[in-house]
């Protein structure tokens, strides 16, 4: 479960930005995540959850903005929101997709006090 890493990098960034502006706590963490990234957003929660305890964060909610997986075939320039269907092939004209949105995974915001 490499959610338990995530957790711990996002926690030492929320942390370090709450010591860098003299914060007493942190409100709320929200988060963006894509549907490609392999990260079970439950399992990221328990870790946050868990590790935050007895921290400038303990209190804060988590807020998770999930992002669709969208593709792109060059070849008919046409795009896709792929619906959990991690097909890589244009159903269209059987070209390559790239992939433009779904790999995100960032803080996006850190509301302290």
Known sequence: MHEIGVAQNILDI???QANIHKAEKVN??????G????????????ALETLKKETLADKAEIIFSKVKLKT????CDKTFIMNGKFLFQCPHCEGNLEI??????YIENIDIE
């Open 14 to 16: 929320v942390l370090n």
């Open 28 to 33: 709320s963490i929200k988060l963006v995540i």
């Open 100 to 105: 433009i949105n779904g790999k995100e995974l």
């Open 72 to 75: 792109f075939c060059s070849k």
């Open 35 to 46: 549907e490609f990234t392999g990260i079970v957003q439950e399992s990221l929660e328990f």
